[in-house]
């Protein structure tokens, strides 16, 4: 592991970026917003190749406004209204997507300084949540770990609280298998091992309905490539232009079983997640354009990167018939997803 300073917040915060260095794998995590800064893996010819998006410096980590990289919380993805009912409690939260609440509000921990310390293959990141902080009850104490082993990323999530709340916890990384500010990720092969979808709004809320993917532009059972149905005329696409949707994952909730598998033919480059999460968010950075350049001046087009992330699903603690993200205490939200990469 290796340490150095990235730069200050325009609060004067100092921010680190943290090296770990693996058997074919290298990433930067930095503190602010617990950010995979660079993940650098071998393309089919040995060359490392960076497949995150970034930025160069902190001003430009604050000044963008889609997540990339960061660790989202206390609530990842939407919650409608921005409003959930918890026992005889009604919380307001903050509106920070049209009426809606997003990836933790005004402040989410995807802004905060983290606090890192060395583990054997990785680092550490901890923070504290105040209660009512955002409007979530309950103080939340988060524990998340970077760790390396050969070709593979683990990300594993621990939270407790001391009163009943909601937690879901999620890494916001924008893949580019062909490298960051390479083309887009339209050629890219996808695999999603979920046969059901939640269908949403035009808002991006789900209507609580549970959908089969089959005959329909969201079954990505087998390999296709992203861009090959994504501007068909099917409503979902239209309200999102383009994907940004949450698959159920197949198999038990808790167990840690496949959820994607995406192959670049440009680079050769594979990436295999696992996850013992219920759900994933499919999102094809429809929106990636207007924020500042990206690492070594890249220009950051829409659809130049993918985002799986691994959730509960968005506004699961307005319906019932989702599984539950309620964290009591005494219990711990403990999950872990697993980025695996390859040559193919």
């Not at 090296?19 to 660079?38: F, P, Q, S």
């Not at 409608?80 to 005889?88: K, T, W, Y």
Request: aromatic share 10%; glycine share 12%; hydrophobic share 35%.
């Amino acid at each position: 592991m290796k340490k150095e300073l990235f730069g200050y917040t325009a609060a004067g915060e100092a921010v680190e970026r943290i090296w770990l260095e693996g058997e074919g794998i290298r990433c930067g995590v930095l503190t602010y917003g617990g950010a995979l800064a660079a993940l650098e893996v071998p393309d089919r010819e040995g060359h490392p190749t960076d497949v995150v998006l970034g930025f160069d410096t902190v001003e430009d980590y604050q000044k963008q406004d889609k997540y990339i990289g960061a660790l989202i919380g206390r609530y990842a993805n939407r919650i409608g209204g921005s409003r959930f009912r918890l026992g005889n409690e009604t919380y307001p939260l903050y509106a920070n997507d049209g009426p809606n609440h997003l990836h933790g509000g005004k402040v989410g921990f995807d802004k905060k300084i983290w606090q890192a310390q060395e583990l054997p293959d990785g680092i550490s990141l901890s923070l504290h949540s105040p209660h009512m902080e955002e409007g979530y009850p309950g103080e939340l104490d988060v524990t998340v770990s970077y760790t390396l082993q050969p070709g593979q990323l683990t990300i594993h999530y621990q939270a407790r609280t001391d009163r009943e709340t909601v937690c879901n916890l999620t890494n916001h990384s924008y893949f580019n298998l062909g490298g960051q500010g390479s083309q887009a990720v339209l050629d890219h092969q996808l695999q999603l091992f979920a046969s059901a979808y939640t269908p949403a709004d035009p808002e991006s809320i789900p209507t609580g309905e549970i959908a089969p993917v089959e005959g329909t532009p969201m079954d990505f059972r087998r390999p296709t490539a992203i861009g090959a149905r994504i501007d068909q005329d099917f409503a979902p696409l239209r309200y999102a232009s383009g994907y940004d949707h949450n698959w159920i994952i197949d198999g038990p909730q808790g167990t840690l079983r496949p959820f994607a598998r995406v192959w670049c033919p440009r680079t050769g480059i594979l990436l295999e997640g696992s996850t013992t999460l219920p759900g994933v968010q499919l999102y094809t950075g429809n929106f990636l354009e207007g924020g500042p350049a990206g690492k070594g001046g890249a220009v950051y087009h829409n659809r130049d990167a993918f985002c799986l992330e691994t959730q509960f699903f968005p506004d699961a603690p307005n319906h019932e018939n989702f599984p539950s993200p309620v964290l009591r205490p005494g219990e711990v939200w403990d999950h872990t997803t697993i980025f695996r990469f390859s040559v193919e």
